[in-house]
């Protein structure tokens, strides 16, 4: 079991930036993919990132370039800064892990609670 804890939402003001982390705990492997998503009100889960065993990072198309993911020497957090956030940034964000690399929400096996982002316009 991977118990995964994610921290730093909040409100900001459009063009702000914010923070996350994702601690991990338990059965913490250097192999595991942790993976972002979001969900937006009314909305199914989004990808917004991942980062493999070797520390390469894939990000959806909509935070490219705003948004950037990395982790601790001992691969037991994970952050995502987040930078020129948009009133459309907005939703519950969670940290997600599985040993496979995937864009899909539903293949990884561990989530995190999630965190509240809200970007006032």
């Known amino acids: 079991q991977v118990h995964l804890v994610e921290s730093g939402g909040g409100l900001v003001q459009t063009g702000g930036s914010l923070r996350l982390s994702c601690a991990a705990s338990?059965?913490?492997?250097?192999?595991?993919?942790m993976g972002w998503f979001r969900q937006a009100p009314g909305k199914g889960r989004e990808f917004v990132g991942l980062i493999n065993w070797s520390g390469s990072t894939y990000y959806g198309d909509s935070v490219k370039g705003r948004f950037t993911i990395s982790r601790d020497n001992a691969k037991t957090t994970v952050y995502l800064q987040m930078n020129s956030l948009k009133p459309e940034d907005t939703g519950v964000y969670y940290c997600a892990a599985d040993p496979r690399v995937s864009y899909f929400d539903k293949t990884y096996s561990y989530w995190g609670q999630g965190t509240q982002v809200t970007v006032s316009s």
């Open positions: 338990g059965r913490t492997s250097s192999g595991f993919v």
